[in-house]
């Protein structure tokens, strides 16, 4: 099918690409140039494992443009991916997925068009992006007829695994009030949820998987799923975080207790991993978008409220458990280890990482970070941020007071902690992700705090 996808960032690309690859005729299209100049070249802006790999496998089916007409003009199917961040009331800001619908109400031409919603949009914004496409289209005042229905398809891609999320789906949720709009969507998708493609070598295939769910609901509904599905996710994180506080007072390991419960397949096992709490694109601005909706409708919502503030005090902790360690922190020498807000992404949004840095420095400490891919984004989105970056996850330790493991990247479980040890000043690390051996760091001489663990 002709597909047009509109923004270019992770969910955009990731879908374009995916589609491409499931045999559809895709256009991407973005309005910075220099961005669909590399992405016309096969670059891709983001960091996101395969990502390179799959674009080459679409290529023949995958166009990069700029202009509105080449994207828009034949499209059967249009995804809207725009960003939609958060405003400072909390509430998403459309003006990105205004300017889209206008769009697309100039330009399409086909006799049947889908606009889909991928965006993750307040609820109602479907009913909002059907009226503005409808006053573009008839803006226009010309004589071809073309006919058009929105649906909401949300997105539920992981950053870091976003390729095997969407080709390996839980479930394709599509949400419309035309079942016309729906049958599109099912033929669109079909490949995937039939599983008939040909899977590449670099994504294979999980044993066993042979089809994906395809939920379909009424607009408003597929909207919810996304909010609720994220906020249910933020919640289970903040919950084991809130038992993992009790777990080091009672002197428990929260991790037995995480998978203790995990194995009840009522609860699950997965989201149970306790630390510093989560980070990303998603979580904060869902959850303060879904509570400033139900605000509107005089609803409270106060279990997401306790998800929001239980985050907010894990990374308060981090630094209450810092100062109790090093009692002062001017003039202390801190190593953050990871900065993205988790790994396999370079992506800095709403990383811990940067309000940890941050509040060390303002408290007089002087920060080094290091990253294995996030360090070049950093240097530039963080350029008010008075951190120093390490070469290498090594020289994070030297001289160090203390070393913060952030970002859970396999590769520092594996450093040489002997050597690392010998490198620092006051052999103590505060891991905020579960991640460090007791017995390595003992042998090592290092004195190991883990959140969610006593530390007798
Ligand atoms: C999330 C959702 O998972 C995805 O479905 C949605 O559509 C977009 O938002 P993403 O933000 O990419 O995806 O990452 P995810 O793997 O969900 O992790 C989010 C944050 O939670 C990370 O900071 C991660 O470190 C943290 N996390 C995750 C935990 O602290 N504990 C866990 O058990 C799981």
Redesign the pocket.
């Known amino acids: 099918m002709k597909t047009a996808i509109i923004g270019t960032g992770y969910v955009g690309l990731t879908t374009g690409v995916a589609l491409a690859f499931l045999g559809h005729e895709v256009t991407c299209l973005d309005v910075d140039a220099h961005k669909v100049e590399e992405l016309k070249k096969g670059k891709s802006p983001i960091y996101e494992p395969h990502l390179d790999d799959l674009m080459k496998a679409a290529s023949q089916n995958l166009r990069f443009t700029v202009d509105p007409v080449e994207a828009l003009k034949n499209a059967e199917v249009i995804f809207i991916a725009v960003g939609t961040p958060s405003l400072p009331d909390g509430n998403p800001n459309l003006s990105y997925l205004k300017s889209a619908a206008q769009s697309i109400g100039h330009y399409i031409s086909s006799p049947f068009v889908v606009i889909v919603n991928k965006s993750t949009v307040p609820i109602g914004s479907g009913n909002w992006v059907e009226s503005l496409v409808r006053d573009a289209y008839r803006a226009q005042n010309v004589d071809k007829k073309s006919e058009f229905v929105v649906a909401s398809n949300p997105?539920?891609?992981?950053?870091g695994s976003a390729l095997s999320d969407m080709l390996y789906a839980d479930r394709v949720v599509v949400g419309s009030d035309e079942t016309r709009a729906l049958d599109v969507l099912r033929k669109l998708y079909q490949p995937l949820l039939e599983q008939t493609f040909e899977a590449p070598s670099f994504l294979p295939r999980p044993e066993g998987f042979r089809a994906v769910h395809f939920l379909t609901s009424d607009l408003q509904s597929a909207e919810l799923i996304k909010y609720a599905?994220?906020a249910f996710?933020a919640l289970k994180?903040s919950f084991i975080n809130e038992i993992a506080e009790l777990s080091e007072k009672v002197g428990a390991d929260i991790h037995h207790v995480a998978r203790g419960i995990g194995l009840d397949s009522r609860i699950g096992n997965r989201?149970?991993?306790a630390?510093i709490?989560?980070?990303?694109?998603?979580?904060g601005k869902d959850t303060a978008a879904l509570i400033s909706t139900g605000k509107e409708y005089g609803l409270s919502m106060p279990i997401t409220q306790a998800a929001r503030d239980v985050n907010a005090r894990q990374r308060a902790r981090m630094i209450e458990i810092l100062m109790n360690e090093l009692k002062i922190l001017k003039g202390r020498k801190i190593g953050i280890l990871g900065l993205a807000?988790?790994p396999f992404t370079d992506d800095l949004r709403d990383a811990p990482a940067y309000e940890l840095a941050s509040k060390l420095v303002e408290r007089g400490a002087k920060v080094v970070g290091y990253d294995p891919v996030a360090m070049t984004r950093a240097k530039r989105e963080w350029s008010d941020l008075e951190l120093e970056y390490a070469e290498n996850a090594h020289s994070v330790f030297s001289e160090a007071d203390a070393v913060l493991l952030v970002t859970e990247w396999p590769e520092f479980k594996m450093l040489p902690y002997s050597e690392c040890a010998k490198l620092m000043k006051n052999k103590f690390i505060l891991d905020g992700r579960g991640q460090m051996d007791k017995e390595a760091m003992k042998n090592a001489g290092i004195k190991l705090i883990t959140l969610g663990k006593s530390s007798t």
Do not use: T, V, Y
């Open positions: 997105e539920f891609l992981r950053e599905a994220n996710l994180i989201f149970l991993q630390g709490g989560w980070g990303g694109s998603c979580f807000f988790k």
